[in-house]
C-alpha cells in the first residue's frame, strides 16, 4: 500500500479571494480528521519573501496541497526556489471547488497530479470527468 | 524582503506520545489563531507525515503528561526549540504567547503585507519584455541568462495589474486577482483574441499607454481643482477615472500617484533601454 500524501493547507490570509466558508470548512474537516498536516498563513506572502520553509513543503514526497488555481501555485513555489515536483502534487482549488470536494480529496489517499505543464488552455481540458483524470475537470469549471 | 537569510518560526502542534489529543474544536480553534496571525504550522499526531524538519526555529504546543512541557534541544545545536504547555490557555492567548516566543527568537514577522506582486508563468513567457519595458516601477529586471525575472516584487502598487495586461502571452498572473487568467486560471482563447485587442487599443492611442493614463489623469486632477463644491467635485473626479479603472482594472490610487510628465518619459526611456539591452544580449 502506498503512502498517505502529506496536506499542505493555504489560508490565504491577506485577501478575500478564496470565500471565507469554503476556506474554514475544509480547515475544520481536516481538524476532525485527525489527521497530520501543514497549514501556512500565506502562500504568496511566503513565495514573494523567498521563504525558505516553502522548500521543506516540497521535500519529502507526494503532496496535496489546498490553496487557488495550480498554475499559480506552480509558479508560486518555483518563484522563491522550490520547484513542486510534477507527478508528486495534487493542487485543490478552494477558490472554484466546493469544501466538500477539496476535504475528500486532500484525505482521499489516490493522488491525482495535475500541475500543468507546457501552454496549457481551458481546451485543453477534457470535456467531462470521464475522458481524464477528475482533478483536471476540477481545473476548469467553464 | 526574501528571508533566506532569516530565521523563521514553525509552529508544531503537538499530540503524539506523551501529549494528549485535544478536542477537534479546540484543535481548530487553535489554528485558526495562529493562521490568522501569519504562522505556519504544524499538526502532529501518532501517525501520518508533514514536512520534515529545517533550520527554521521550531515552537512545541501541547497538552502533556503531567502538565509539564518537555525539555529537550536540538542534538546538532542548529535548531531553537521550545516547548509549551497549552493547558488553561485561550486560543487568542496562546497567540499572544507565540508572539512573545517569536521575538524571544529573533524570528522573522508575518502579515505586515498584503502580498501583491506579479507572478511569471515560465511555460507562457517568451522573455520579450514588454513588461520590464511598461512597468515604471522597477519591479522587474533580467537575470544573468537574460531572463525576465521578477526583481523587487514590494515595489509593486497593490492591486494593480496593469503589466499583466501588457503581456502579450497572458504569462504574468497576480495570485490575489478576482478573475481567469490573471488569477492563474487556464488561458482560453478568448482571453487571447483580448491579448491581441489590447495590442491594437495600444497602437490606436499611439502606443504611449502611459501618456494616456498621465493625460486623462491631469484632466480629471484639473476639472477637481476648477470645482468650487467639494461634493460635486469628487463626483466629477470619480466619474473620470471610473472608465480607467474600468478599463484597466487600475486602481485610482495608482493612477492619481502617477509621476509628472517628464518624470513619466524618464523612467520609460530608462525601461525601454534595459529591456532593449536585454533583448540584444538573447541574441548575441
Known sequence: MSEQPRILYCNCAYAKIVPPDVKEAVLRRLCDSGAAFDAVADLCEMSARKDPGLKRLTEGGAVKIAACYPRAVKWLFSAAGAPLVKDATEVLNMRVEAAEEVSSALLSQELNPNIPEGKPRATDAPASESDGPPSMARQDPQ | ?284
Request: proline letters at 5%; charged letters at 30%; aromatic letters at 6%.
Open chain 2, 1 to 284: 524582503m526574501s528571508l533566506l537569510e532569516e530565521n523563521t518560526l514553525r509552529v508544531v502542534l503537538y499530540e503524539g506520545e506523551g501529549a494528549t489529543e485535544l478536542p477537534a474544536e479546540e484543535r481548530f480553534n487553535i489554528l485558526s489563531a495562529l493562521l490568522d496571525k501569519g504562522y505556519t504550522v504544524t499538526r502532529a499526531g501518532t501517525g501520518g507525515r508533514v514536512a520534515p524538519a529545517d533550520r527554521s526555529a521550531i515552537v512545541a504546543l501541547g497538552r502533556f503528561d503531567n502538565g509539564r512541557a518537555p525539555e529537550a534541544e536540538d542534538a546538532s545545536g542548529e535548531v531553537s526549540v521550545t516547548f509549551e504547555n497549552i493547558d488553561g490557555q485561550a486560543p487568542a492567548d496562546l497567540a499572544e504567547r507565540i508572539d512573545a516566543l517569536r521575538e524571544e527568537t529573533r524570528t522573522s514577522k508575518h502579515g505586515e503585507w498584503k502580498p501583491w506582486f506579479p507572478v511569471i508563468d515560465y511555460d507562457r513567457c517568451t522573455n520579450c519584455m514588454q513588461c520590464l519595458s511598461f512597468c515604471l516601477f522597477d519591479v522587474y529586471g533580467v537575470d544573468d541568462d537574460q531572463q525576465i525575472e521578477v526583481r523587487n516584487n514590494d515595489n509593486c502598487k497593490t492591486n494593480c495589474p496593469a503589466c499583466s495586461r501588457v503581456c502579450p502571452e497572458a504569462a504574468i498572473m497576480f495570485p490575489k486577482y478576482k478573475s481567469g487568467p490573471i488569477n492563474g486560471d487556464l488561458v482560453s482563447d478568448a482571453d487571447m483574441k483580448r491579448e491581441k485587442m489590447k495590442v491594437d487599443i495600444s497602437s490606436l492611442l499611439g502606443g504611449d499607454v502611459y501618456d494616456m493614463l498621465r493625460q486623462r489623469s491631469e484632466r480629471a486632477k484639473s476639472r477637481f481643482s476648477k470645482e468650487r463644491s467639494s461634493d460635486k467635485a469628487l463626483n466629477e473626479r470619480k466619474k473620470c477615472l471610473t472608465k480607467l479603472v474600468q478599463e484597466g482594472d487600475i486602481p485610482p490610487e495608482v493612477l492619481m500617484s502617477l509621476p509628472s510628465p517628464d518624470e513619466i518619459a524618464k523612467k520609460a526611456e530608462e525601461a525601454a533601454a534595459k529591456a532593449q539591452a536585454a533583448l540584444d544580449a538573447q541574441k548575441k
